[in-house]
């Protein structure tokens, strides 16, 4: 009998150790990025860029952050004081959490065209006011060269932008950024005028300076080329809120 009670007390107090080990490193995560989401907005607010919140790298890092930090603090303490209360409450934030995020993923492969839409849509906001966002200026920059596309849906896209416009005046006008361009060697001397009038031409000519597809689309088959890899980075962010959950329920039990 103190034999069984002295093997469920180790389960227990394991248990726990797990628990607390668990909330302990997404409430260091949380803050981490709550630290980089501050930052972001602070440096945003100084340079007077990007009046589109929506669009702010930094207010969706603050929010996640926020989030991360409460939900895991919530366990951390429950888990030091063995709270019931605070117990349930990280069990069924978790499982909110983890019901909202299958539910986007399955809105978002159900409703595939109008994600799209919304995301160029978006896209197409932002590129007119690149040069005033540092922010989206930014991560479209390294988005264009990373995959290799220009704009949103197309490189037709960048007509939008006041300063690319067609017709329109000055250097940049008929012409897209220089990370829509075709690099022929890694470390090649970047010419930033090579998409110059590049609006003008047919969609065969521009081919043959710039990536033509689309951003959206560029992605989209990325994650099809890497859905292993994709899958795995999906295992990492939801495999830890299941265990979480599952051990605050086995733990609100003990």
């Not at 981490?32 to 501050?38: K, T």
């Not at 969706?60 to 605070?86: A, E, H």
């Not at 060697?185 to 710039?210: F, S, W, Y």
Request: hydrophobic share 45%; charged share 15%.
């Amino acid at each position: 009998m103190a034999g069984g009670c002295s093997s469920q007390r180790f389960g227990y107090t394991v248990l726990k150790f797990i628990l607390f080990f668990y909330a302990c490193v997404f409430w260091f995560i949380g803050t981490f990025i709550l630290a980089i989401g501050i930052y972001a907005e602070v440096e945003r607010l100084r340079f007077k860029t990007l009046d589109v919140l929506f669009l702010a790298p930094s207010i969706i890092l603050i929010l996640l952050g926020i989030v991360m930090f409460v939900v895991s603090f919530i366990g951390v303490l429950g888990s030091l004081r063995d709270n019931l209360t605070l117990l349930n409450v990280f069990m069924y934030t978790l499982l909110v959490c983890l019901i909202l995020e299958l539910l986007g993923g399955l809105l978002g492969l159900v409703f595939h065209n109008q994600t799209l839409d919304l995301v160029n849509k978006n896209i197409s906001n932002g590129i007119k006011i690149y040069y005033d966002d540092l922010d989206f200026k930014n991560i479209l920059d390294f988005v264009q060269k990373k995959f290799k596309c220009c704009g949103g849906e197309d490189f037709t896209d960048w007509k939008v932008n006041i300063y690319h416009k067609c017709p329109g005046r000055g250097p940049l006008a008929c012409g897209v950024p220089y990370t829509c361009c075709i690099m022929t060697q890694p470390n090649e001397v970047v010419n930033t005028l090579c998409g110059h009038h590049i609006l003008n031409e047919t969609r065969q000519d521009a081919m043959k300076v710039i990536h033509v597809r689309g951003c959206t689309h560029a992605f989209m088959h990325w994650m099809q080329d890497n859905y292993k890899k994709m899958a795995i980075l999906l295992l990492v962010i939801l495999l830890p809120q299941v265990k979480n959950a599952l051990h605050s329920a086995r733990f609100t039990r003990s």
